[in-house]
């Protein structure tokens, strides 16, 4: 079955980085485009991030571009987030997500905290 795993979530500063990692199984991941997702406390969930299947092209969303960069390895299955420059306001839920025959998947998130 589809699984997404993410990881690499913690409690940092501001102005910090953060690497999120999220290894997929359960279908051909080099098919499919994969996207981040966040959620915040008493917020709804939101687009972060996307990077296609082929060539690998991206897109943010405003609050991400300049500061956070999608990549992936096809080779591991693995989505990456890296996050640079966090502020408290990325503070939330980190969940990678992808569409597959018609349905959407999503792990189980992994926690990003931005204090001082």
């Known amino acids: 079955q589809v699984q997404l795993v993410e990881s690499g979530g913690g409690l940092v500063q501001p102005g910090a980085s953060l690497r999120l990692p999220c290894r997929a199984s359960g279908f051909t991941f080099g098919n499919y485009t994969m996207r981040w997702y966040r959620q915040a406390p008493g917020k709804e969930r939101e687009f972060v991030a996307v990077?296609?299947?082929?060539?690998?092209?991206?897109n943010y969303a405003d609050s991400a571009k300049g500061r956070f960069t999608i990549s992936r390895d096809n080779t591991k299955n693995t989505v990456y987030l890296q996050m640079n420059n966090l502020n408290p306001e990325d503070t939330a839920v980190y969940y990678c997500?992808?569409?597959?025959?018609?349905?959407?998947?999503w792990g189980q998130g992994t926690q990003v905290t931005v204090s001082s």
């Open positions: 990077i296609g299947s082929t060539i690998g092209d991206t």
């Open positions: 997500g992808a569409r597959i025959m018609y349905k959407n998947y």
